[in-house]
């Protein structure tokens, strides 16, 4: 594997580690729009946060593990693919170990069911 798909392989590698997650009862990819609504303010905090370290200079990502494509304001595309990734996984294994562990009643999770 080329070095320039690190970065990609490594989400892809979470999301598959994570996947079997959701058949333990946390139905966190059948419910899309209660997940947009959770992870909307996450990417949009963090990116904007990126984006600010990147004008700044404080942040820097080497093109040898990026593809490359880079979206306005010097963010890889890996990047903003992190931001959604990394917090579904967090999501996905914080519903399963609640519902192993603590069942509790619908009204009580993470979101409204929709």
Known sequence: MEDRWQ??????????????????????????EAVARTL???????????????????????????????????MPVEELLFFLVIPLCALLTYEAVSAVTAPRPEGARWARST
Do not use: M
Not at 12 to 30: D, K, N
Not at 44 to 62: K, Q, V, Y
């Open 40 to 74: 909307l303010p996450v990417v949009l905090l963090f990116a904007t946060w990126d984006l600010i370290a990147i004008a700044r200079g404080h942040w820097t990502f080497s093109e040898r593990f990026t593809l490359g494509l880079v979206l306005p304001g010097g």
């Open 7 to 32: 970065y990609l392989a490594v989400l892809a590698v979470c999301l598959l580690l994570t996947a079997p997650l959701e058949f333990l009862g946390a139905g966190v990819y059948r419910r899309f």
